[in-house]
């Protein structure tokens, strides 16, 4: 059983439009987090939830909305998509108190 | 605020070199350290970690000194295989949390047969 999983992996729309990532995670985690990693695969976190509520938000245009219908899914819409959008977004969770971070595979996302 | 600098890449060796990746960092107080891997087309695992100053963290041969006087965590191994290539990422954590994890900007590793 996959840990952290993603959907979909491969995600290619064009400028404009509106999509979403899904996630969820079986390990029973508190904590769920969402990172964008750029072409030169630089890390940045844009949200996490702890129990469904947000704890982290970092400086991210209000196009990108998480959402999380529990502790085990967290979802991530994007609207008006941007050519600067186009990343690979992971998904990640925790069980907070050993700073170890369980990540999807990623979903690669390509705005044309 | 906290920061992690990590040696640019790409590093690229030949077969049963020696690896060293060098990672320094800024933090206030006594931050946790950590080594993540990200093979292709994967995402991050955690390598190793260590807590506290001159603690070692140490994992499929890679191993990693938390050297408070430096203010390092270089990740070292001794031979490094092809199966090692993969892109490493240093990090640290404030209270070992990962809540509050800083990340580097990642190093690529391409080991030659």
């Known amino acids: 059983d996959t840990a952290v999983s993603q959907t979909p992996k491969y995600l290619v729309t064009q400028m404009g439009n509106d999509k979403s990532i899904k996630c969820e995670q079986n390990l029973g985690h508190d904590t769920m987090y969402w990172y964008k990693q750029d072409s030169k695969k630089f890390l940045k976190i844009m949200f996490s939830?702890?129990?469904?509520?947000?704890?982290i938000n970092e400086t991210v245009p209000n196009r990108f909305s998480p959402k999380s219908p529990d502790k085990a899914h967290l979802n991530l819409h994007i609207n008006s998509l941007e050519l600067g959008d186009s990343a690979v977004y992971f998904c990640a969770s925790s069980q907070d108190t050993t700073g170890e971070l369980f990540f999807g595979e990623g979903s690669r996302l390509t705005v044309l | 605020g906290n920061s992690v600098t990590q040696m640019e890449g790409p590093v690229t060796l030949s077969e049963e070199a020696f690896l060293t990746i060098n990672c320094t960092y800024t933090a206030t107080g006594y931050p946790s350290l950590f080594w993540y891997v990200q093979y292709p087309g994967e995402g991050l695992q955690l390598l190793l970690k260590?807590?506290?100053?001159?603690d070692k963290g140490s994992n499929k041969g890679f191993e990693a000194t938390y050297r408070k006087e430096t203010t390092s965590f270089h990740l070292e191994k001794g031979s490094v295989q092809v199966s090692d290539s993969a892109v490493y990422f240093c990090a640290l954590s404030d209270q070992g949390s990962a809540r509050q994890l800083t990340f580097g900007s990642g190093t690529q590793l391409t080991v030659l047969p």
């Open positions: 260590a807590t506290k100053a001159d």
């Open positions: 939830y702890n129990n469904k509520e947000l704890i």
